[in-house]
Nanobody, 122 residues
Framework: QVQLVESGGGLVQAGGSLRLSCAASGGTFSAYSMGWFRQAPGDEREFVAAISRYRITRYADSVKGRFTISRDNAKNTAYLQMNSLKPEDTAVYYC????????????????WGQGTQVTVSS
């Protein structure tokens, strides 16, 4: 059983930056693909970024060029660096772990964190 804990969310002005962290425990972190998803009020959960165990990365078109996903297997932690934030990035951000090739599909992830709120003011 893998436990995931996100941190790093908060309130930031448009154009600012935040770095989210996702600390994992209880499993072999290096074996998992890690994904970041987000959900705004009234919306469905949407894919943001993923990194496979081989460090292949994938991004949603809406964040490409602004967000960077990374992982540190020695620290059992995944990161999401978010730059040039926009009000439409406001959402609860979730990290997830799964045995896949860096999937965009949330159903391919078995473990989820509790989420961290990101609010971008205009």
């Amino acid at each position: 059983q893998v436990q995931l804990v996100e941190s790093g969310g908060g309130l930031v002005q448009a154009g600012g930056s935040l770095r989210l962290s996702c600390a994992a425990s209880g499993g072999t972190f290096s074996a998992y693909s890690m994904g970041w998803f987000r959900q705004a009020p009234g919306d469905e959960r949407e894919f943001v970024a993923a990194i496979s165990r081989y460090r292949i990365t994938r991004y949603a078109d809406s964040v490409k060029g602004r967000f960077t996903i990374s992982r540190d297997n020695a620290k059992n932690t995944a990161y999401l660096q978010m730059n040039s934030l926009k009000p439409e990035d406001t959402a609860v951000y979730y990290c997830a772990a799964g045995i896949n090739s860096g999937s965009l599909n949330p159903d391919r992830y078995d473990y989820w964190g509790q989420g961290t709120q990101v609010t971008v003011s205009s």
